[in-house]
């Protein structure tokens, strides 16, 4: 089958995932949670009292109620969420403890018990520098990913296209939670990061095993045109490709579907970025390096 | 070939068998009631015991190993406070804010094992310019205490005895001079037998002060407290009046170094500042928990059928080793011991998708071989070899990216902490584990078990 006839298709696709994931990210940016904004979240469960009427007709506090009452005692309020049953959460500017203390007994004189469920303050050095940090890895990375594959495989070819590819799976999850954090109000934390690197990590390995196929036939036979050994090399891995990413999709689908709560979201960019990560190493990675070197030999020719 | 095929099966049994004893809790009750109805008879039987598995405790010659084989479980898992306090060294000399950092350190280790919390996490950390101090408590969670207790400053005081020979802590009095009339203290070594001493220098306000007590209490002791605690009590030979001391005793190296660290810091003038604090609550975590081994369960379970329907008995072998390599993965976690939390989580995950790729890849190889019409045993060893390749590659890759975020030489551009770190270290370790239960295990196991096809 002639898999990189249709390169550009499928660059065209990348293209439109790309694009508009990027657009996202200049306009809208994502956004941050308060491990990187720096602040205070407060969560709090109210105990079920007849101000809670949950069945029917809705309950009798809003978000907008509980958010009056904190500003009431002069403190800034960013967001009150409804985050469970009776539960609410509250993103604050950076608060002292003797003030979360004064919001307690005032909510509780309004509205009944109060359970303080989660208390977190962060400054916003810690998350910029978890930022910094980690970006220097991940460059790092893929500069020295970028030689070990160039030494490896004799070509640089296939290090930069494999890394081109880990950027685009990057991208894409980025650009997706951007649009996510737009529409949705999705935050991205401090274990986003952590899907991210788990999938650049998933990416570069898929990519590998693909382009070690192609290696493999380059070796065997010289003089074949690349076209033609790459769609070789795609159609002896696709089936180990797709074989290997249900196994881990079945993985993140059960945890998606059937686990807690405070993972779901990173469970579900994990699996943004396993699609992703598995599609770019046989329609990004492949197609661009054959792109890459026809250009070459027409170059030269 | 066969011999050392043996010897490789025989060690897999061996690991597998470690591993499960490893693995098991520590308490694994066993309950079953039985009560039926057969054939008009009634039949009741009722079973009830625990197993108990002993905590790891040997002793090889020199070697002492310990371990009571907990999976311990990071905050974010089990719920606790987190705190990172940064001390403010503006008024310390450049060369002793290292040293004031590790005082610091020190001082809040002590208060939280006042505190009296298990396996706490303390570590230091230093960024650009700001120095800090990592602290996080499991299951502590009234979060104002915490920071109280801590974030005291430390008080030095010099006592002196009210009795000749004084038998309690009781037996001292306060004589004014404290920390903050210390200028700094140092390791020394003694000039004629060079044993390990620790050095004092007080500021022009403590000399006096010093000159003073040391003047009257010739041939006596004088104790040195911290938080209300002797540190040492040296005896005084004469008085001192050049604003210097040393307290010489049979220190070892080391603990001179750890007097002196904690000398200065009684003396460290650096108050602490909190810069972040967590309180995760622990019902977020444990039903978190709950709900994500099931499913992880039922995920797993989906993955061993998926292979067993595509693959047929060479699935249900990639099956075997995958859950031998589970176990093995575990184990190792527990023997670090390596504190789960979910980034760790996620990078287990990953790896067992990895695991099952070297799998996937020497089997699809396999095919390949008997597709073009190789013998069963040429094409077994055939796929084998030329899976290697490609997963040697792209795991070196994957360790390459485990290597920068774990950052085992804590350089200073990269992280030195957090969660990057544990995501790193479960993926690393169930990487290399997986090469080893791919080619080894699988291999032996195929070996072992799909000779038959042979004699087609």
């Given at each position: 089958m002639n898999f990189v006839k249709f390169k550009w298709l499928y660059f065209l696709i990348s293209g439109i995932f790309l694009v508009s994931g990027i657009i996202s990210l200049i306009f809208w940016g994502l956004k941050p949670a308060v491990d990187f904004t720096g602040g205070t979240l407060l969560e709090l469960k109210f105990e079920k009292n007849d101000q809670f009427p949950h069945q029917e007709g809705g309950q009798a506090i809003s978000n907008f109620q509980l958010k009056e009452v904190v500003e009431g005692l002069?403190?800034?309020?960013?967001?009150?969420?409804?985050?469970?049953?009776?539960?609410?959460?509250?993103?604050?500017?950076?608060?002292?403890?003797?003030?979360?203390?004064?919001?307690?007994?005032?909510?509780?004189?309004?509205?009944?018990?109060?359970?303080?469920?989660?208390?977190?303050?962060?400054?916003?050095?810690?998350?910029?520098?978890?930022?910094?940090?980690?970006?220097?890895?991940?460059?790092?990375?893929?500069?020295?990913?970028?030689?070990?594959?160039?030494?490896?495989?004799?070509?640089?070819?296939?290090?930069?296209?494999?890394?081109?590819?880990?950027?685009h799976d990057t991208l894409i999850l980025l650009g997706i939670f951007s649009l996510l954090g737009h529409f949705k109000g999705m935050e991205v934390d401090t274990l986003f990061v952590t899907a991210v690197l788990t999938i650049l990590s998933l990416s570069v390995h898929d990519t590998v095993v693909v382009f070690g196929r192609l290696r493999e036939s380059l070796k065997k036979y010289p003089g074949v045109a690349i076209n033609n050994l790459a769609n070789k090399a795609i159609a002896?891995?696709?089936?180990?490709?797709?074989?290997?990413?249900?196994?881990?999709?079945?993985?993140?689908?059960?945890?998606?579907?059937?686990?807690?709560?405070?993972?779901?979201?990173?469970?579900?960019?994990?699996?943004?970025?396993?699609?992703?990560?598995?599609?770019?190493?046989?329609?990004?990675?492949?197609?661009?390096?054959?792109?890459?070197?026809?250009?070459?030999?027409?170059?030269?020719? | 070939m066969e011999r050392y095929r043996k010897k490789l099966l025989l060690l897999i049994f061996v690991l597998t068998a470690l591993a499960i004893f490893v693995d098991l809790p520590p308490e694994w009750p066993i309950k079953i009631d039985?009560?039926?109805?057969?054939?008009?008879?009634?039949?009741?039987?009722?079973?009830?015991?625990?197993?108990?598995?002993?905590?790891?405790?040997?002793?090889?010659?020199?070697?002492?190993?310990?371990?009571?084989?907990?999976t311990k479980l990071g905050l974010d898992l089990q719920g606790g406070t987190h705190l990172v306090l940064q001390a403010e060294m503006e008024n310390i000399a450049e060369e002793d804010r290292k040293t004031a950092l590790e005082a610091?350190?020190?001082?809040?280790?002590?208060?939280?094992?006042?505190?009296?919390?298990?396996?706490?996490?303390?570590?230091?950390a230093k960024v650009g310019e700001d120095y800090r101090v990592i602290v996080e408590l499991p299951g502590i969670?009234?979060?104002?205490?915490?920071?109280?207790?801590?974030?005291?400053?430390?008080?030095?005081?010099?006592?002196?005895?009210?009795?000749?020979?004084?038998?309690?802590?009781?037996?001292?009095?306060?004589?004014?001079?404290?920390?903050?009339?210390?200028?700094?203290s140092e390791v020394r070594f003694d000039p004629n037998t060079s044993k390990p001493q620790v050095g004092l220098e007080f500021k022009d306000s403590g000399r006096e002060k010093f000159a003073e007590i040391t003047?009257?209490?010739?041939?006596?002791?004088?104790?040195?407290?911290?938080?209300?605690?002797?540190?040492?009590?040296?005896?005084?030979?004469?008085?001192?009046?050049?604003?210097?001391?040393?307290?010489?005793?049979?220190?070892?190296?080391?603990?001179?170094?750890?007097?002196?660290?904690?000398?200065?810091?009684?003396?460290?003038?650096?108050?602490?500042?909190?810069?972040?604090?967590?309180?995760?609550?622990?019902?977020?975590?444990?039903?978190s928990i709950k709900k994500s081994l099931h499913a992880g369960l039922i995920g797993l379970l989906l993955v061993v059928l998926f292979m067993w329907a595509y693959y047929g008995k060479l699935g249900l072998i990639a099956d075997l080793a995958l859950f031998i390599y589970g176990l093995l993965t575990l184990a190792l976690y527990k023997l670090i011991p390596v504190v789960l939390t979910l980034p760790g989580i996620a990078g287990f995950i990953l790896s067992v998708g990895m695991a099952v790729d070297a799998n996937i890849l020497i089997f699809e190889r396999i095919k390949e071989e008997l597709r073009i019409g190789?013998?069963?045993?040429?094409?077994?060893?055939?796929?084998?070899?030329?899976?290697?390749?490609?997963?040697?590659?792209?795991?070196?890759?994957?360790?390459?990216?485990?290597?920068?975020?774990?950052?085992?030489?804590?350089?200073?551009?990269?992280?030195?902490?957090?969660?990057?770190?544990?995501?790193a270290l479960t993926l690393g370790l169930g990487v290399m584990m997986s090469l080893f239960t791919g080619i080894v295990v699988s291999r032996t196991?195929?070996?072992?078990?799909?000779?038959?096809?042979?004699?087609?």
């Open positions: 002069e403190v800034k309020v960013n967001s009150v969420q409804e985050s469970g049953e009776n539960t609410f959460l509250f993103r604050m500017e950076p608060v002292e403890k003797e003030k979360i203390e004064e919001i307690k007994s005032k909510l509780k004189e309004e509205f009944g018990e109060v359970e303080e469920a989660r208390l977190e303050t962060v400054g916003p050095i810690l998350g910029k520098e978890l930022l910094t940090k980690t970006l220097t890895a991940v460059v790092l990375a893929a500069g020295f990913i970028l030689f070990y594959v160039a030494r490896s495989f004799g070509d640089k070819k296939f290090g930069i296209c494999a890394i081109l590819a880990m950027f002896e891995t696709l089936a180990r490709s797709i074989n290997n990413s249900m196994t881990i999709i079945f993985m993140l689908l059960s945890l998606w579907l059937l686990g807690g709560e405070t993972t779901r979201w990173f469970v579900f960019a994990l699996l943004i970025g396993t699609i992703s990560g598995t599609y770019s190493s046989t329609f990004t990675a492949v197609p661009l390096f054959v792109a890459w070197k026809n250009w070459e030999e027409r170059r030269k020719a | 039985l009560e039926r109805n057969i054939l008009g008879k009634e039949i009741k039987w009722h079973f009830e015991k625990a197993i108990f598995r002993p905590p790891l405790d040997l002793k090889i010659g020199p070697l002492k190993i310990k371990n009571d084989l907990e610091t350190r020190n001082i809040v280790s002590r208060r939280v094992d006042l505190f009296g919390v298990s396996e706490p996490v303390i570590q230091t969670k009234e979060v104002s205490t915490a920071i109280d207790l801590i974030g005291k400053t430390a008080q030095l005081d010099f006592r002196e005895a009210m009795t000749a020979t004084p038998t309690s802590i009781l037996d001292f009095q306060k004589t004014g001079l404290t920390g903050a009339d210390l200028r700094r003047r009257r209490n010739v041939g006596k002791t004088v104790a040195i407290f911290l938080d209300d605690f002797p540190v040492t009590i040296p005896r005084v030979n004469e008085a001192i009046t050049d604003g210097s001391a040393v307290i010489s005793g049979e220190f070892t190296l080391e603990q001179a170094k750890n007097l002196s660290i904690q000398l200065n810091a009684g003396a460290l003038p650096a108050p602490i500042k909190i810069v972040e604090q967590k309180n995760i609550g622990a019902t977020l975590g444990s039903e190789k013998k069963w045993s040429v094409a077994r060893e055939l796929g084998f070899g030329r899976a290697w390749d490609s997963i040697k590659d792209a795991n070196i890759c994957t360790l390459i990216i485990c290597f920068l975020l774990f950052n085992p030489f804590d350089w200073s551009f990269l992280n030195t902490s957090g969660m990057a770190r544990g995501f196991l195929i070996r072992t078990f799909l000779t038959s096809k042979e004699k087609k």
